[in-house]
């Protein structure tokens, strides 16, 4: 089987599991494991932040960083295929009580004149709060789009001008980076907090991070425990995400070479696909799922009429070749 589903997939290497056999550890929840202490310094220094929180999950991530800029009753404005709106189940109503008002743009990009008509300054009591504006880069459900950076400036300007705050949620921001060749510092600067992801392309099987200023940590690290988020030996989980910062950032290359391979074989013009994720649309995307699972590719469906094919580091050059000749045939 070669499996395109999803680049959370990807199961540790053989060197990363040595790496996390070695790790040194100590309880985090005492803030006593050197190895989870390393990571969070390395992570919060890659994009210029002062701090950073290791988190079990992405999701979990992301809930903590919007909340560190939205309170119960107040909103956070984003685009309507964001991955906290979507896929995320309802988490930041749930736990924070915060609401969200979307814009739509097909590539999930930043549309700043749409953004300026809904924002809502604080009114009195008559209109919810608009307090942050959430963007995703890359974009997720939007085939893996890169934000350009240009926007994200646009959009810190803005956001700065009428005082409230920018969260990104970089679960991807690491193929954008290798995409672009933007440092990572340089997107950190245009949010006030990110999530990024060490479990997606960059294949550690388990963790994220928060990242920002040290009194939104200090206080995103209370509420992690809260959420029954606090680990305690978890320098084990953080040595895979050291090994892959040290190992598996450069390659992605590689992936967002695959998917253009991919995207050529579905008919999909393989300038529009930015790094590792092809969106291609089939007027019955589950019985073309079925087909192609038949045929030894394993891909998902994404809407009644969209297929997502994602490249990761278990996906070699010639298996990217063989599903290509699979989904043409289909
Ligand atoms: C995967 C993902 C997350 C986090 O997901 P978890 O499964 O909770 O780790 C967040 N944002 C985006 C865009 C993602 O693709």
Excluded at 84 to 94: D, K, M, S, V, W
Excluded at 191 to 216: E, F, H, I, N, Q
Aim: proline share 4%; charged share 20%.
């Amino acid at each position: 089987m070669i499996d395109l589903r999803s680049d959370t997939l990807t199961k540790p290497t053989d060197e990363m599991r040595a790496a996390m056999a070695r790790a040194e550890v100590g309880d985090d929840v005492y803030g006593e494991d050197p190895t989870v202490i390393r990571l969070e310094e390395r992570v919060a220094g890659l994009f210029g932040h002062e701090a950073a929180l290791f988190t079990p999950t992405g999701s979990m991530a992301n809930v903590l960083a919007v909340r560190s800029l939205v309170a119960a009753g107040q909103e956070v404005l984003c685009e309507a295929s964001a991955h906290i709106a979507r896929a995320e189940l309802g988490a930041h109503g749930a736990y924070t009580g915060l609401t969200m008002r979307t814009w739509i743009h097909p590539r999930g990009q930043v549309d700043l004149p749409t953004i300026r008509s809904i924002f809502a300054p604080d009114m009195g009591p008559f209109f919810v709060a608009t307090t942050a504006i959430s963007v995703e880069n890359t974009h997720n459900f939007a085939g893996g789009a890169v934000l350009p950076l240009q926007d994200l400036r646009d959009l810190r300007e803005y956001a700065t001008g009428v005082g409230v705050g920018v969260h990104m949620d970089g679960a991807r921001i690491w193929n954008a980076h290798v995409a672009t060749g933007t440092p990572l510092v340089e997107y950190g600067a245009v949010a006030d907090v990110l999530a990024v992801c060490l479990s997606k392309g960059l294949g550690a099987p388990v963790g994220s991070l928060m990242v920002g200023s040290r009194d939104a940590i200090a206080e995103a690290r209370v509420w992690r425990k809260r959420m029954g988020g606090g680990m305690r030996q978890a320098g084990i989980l953080a040595a895979a995400g050291l090994h892959a910062l040290d190992h598996h950032v450069e390659r992605l290359a590689d992936d967002h070479a695959h998917a253009r391979v991919l995207a050529e074989a579905c008919g999909v013009d393989p300038a529009t696909v930015d790094t590792n994720i092809v969106v291609a649309q089939r007027s019955d995307a589950a019985a073309f799922v079925a087909a192609a699972a038949e045929q030894g590719v394993l891909v998902s469906a994404v809407g009644p009429t969209a297929v997502r094919l994602v490249t990761h580091l278990d996906v070699s050059r010639d298996d990217a070749e063989k599903a290509a000749a699979v989904l043409a045939r289909l």
